[in-house]
Nanobody, 124 residues
Framework: QVRLVESGGGSVQAGGSLRLACVAS????????VGWFRQTPGEEREAVAA????????YYSPSVKGRFTISADNAQNTVILQMNNLKPEDSAVYYC?????????????????WGQGTQVTVAS
């Protein structure tokens, strides 16, 4: 019923920037949180940033605060993650997720809908 599609990943040098987009389709009404998470092989999925589209409130992992910016275009059902000053440790598959539940927006367990991910690779 709900599909999330990420785009914008790629390979950049350290210090570079990427702009990720998450486009939601289907019945998207009532999404309380939309978040970006990342995961590398053998590691837990890690919260990056999240936003409450209806309120515009945003949340960031300390590791990306000041470098990444999350925003929402509600009319186009799109959430953007602008990533600046990328570091090699930012390399991961980045996933978009959405939840209709009133829960912690930086907790992966709060989310019911997930995209397939987009690869981000940052070279040192």
């Amino acid at each position: 019923q709900v599909r999330l599609v990420e785009s914008g990943g790629g390979s950049v040098q350290a210090g570079g920037s990427l702009r990720l987009a998450c486009v939601a389709s289907g019945y998207t009404y009532g999404m309380y949180c939309v978040g970006w998470f990342r995961q590398t092989p053998g590691e837990e999925r890690e919260a990056v940033a999240a936003i409450q589209p209806s309120a515009g409130a945003s949340y960031y992992s300390p590791s990306v605060k000041g470098r990444f910016t999350i925003s929402a275009d509600n009319a186009q059902n799109t959430v953007i993650l602008q990533m600046n000053n990328l570091k090699p440790e930012d390399s991961a598959v980045y996933y978009c997720a959405a939840s209709r539940s009133l829960a912690a927006c930086l907790s992966p367990g709060s989310y019911n809908y997930w995209g397939q991910g987009t690869q981000v690779t940052v070279a040192s």
